[in-house]
């Protein structure tokens, strides 16, 4: 068995199975220490309020009126815009689309008055 790379893989990224070389943490994961051993890094980013890009040593809170990209395999990868007029997140639960004040969620999913 290799030995680990020498120094120990960066924060954002994490050892190959054969120990000997760093590789980035996946978008929608991250590293928040040096060493680590798994492509898990030290975990996943929450949807639809967290999403990190690749080497990332946190998760990335989204801002107001966007929510969290997901791609196929269910990571959050980017940010977007909340689909549709008039919607927007609450400061309470970022990432939630919902509906401005004085509208509410249609029967096709948009927002009415």
């Known amino acids: ?11 954002g990224t994490y050892a190959n199975d054969e120990q000997s070389d760093c590789l980035g943490c996946a978008a929608g994961r991250f590293g928040a220490t040096i060493g680590l051993a798994s492509e898990v890094c030290s975990g996943r980013c929450f949807p639809p309020s967290e999403y990190s ?36 997140t609450l400061a309470s639960d970022p990432g939630v689309c919902v509906c401005e004040a004085d509208y509410y969620r249609g029967a096709n999913a948009t927002c009415e008055k």
């Not at 020498?6 to 924060?11: D, H, K, L, R, T």
Request: one cysteine or more.
């Open 53 to 88: 890009a690749r080497y990332a040593e946190a998760c990335t809170p989204v801002e107001i009126g966007y929510t969290a990209d997901i791609d196929d395999s269910g990571l959050s990868i980017g940010q977007k815009s909340c689909p549709g007029a008039r919607t927007t």
């Open 1 to 11: 068995m290799k030995e680990a790379p020498e120094p120990p893989c960066s924060a």
